[in-house]
């Protein structure tokens, strides 16, 4: 099982690779099983207001399973 630690640093580097191509800002998506501090969690955020995951706080008995997911609103036809 990852430590919170390798979590952290995944979360980071696939945070930084949002940042560095098309996306506009950050979504952070949590599971439909999630505990109430990952639900308070997800949402879209400015990328210097995201909040760190894994999601301090967090009660599942399987750990913070929220992820980062890029938000491309600008781009399109």
Excluded: W
């Excluded at 952290?8 to 599971?31: H, S, W, Y």
């Amino acid at each position: 099982m990852a430590t919170t630690t390798d979590v952290k640093a995944t979360q980071e580097a696939a945070l930084k690779k949002i940042r560095d191509g098309l996306a506009t800002k950050a979504r952070v998506l949590a599971n439909r099983d999630c505990c109430p501090a990952c639900r308070a969690t997800e949402g879209v955020y400015d990328f210097d207001d995201a909040p760190e995951l894994p999601v301090v706080g967090c009660s599942h008995p399987d750990g913070c399973r929220c992820h980062y997911a890029p938000v491309l609103d600008q781009f399109g036809p």
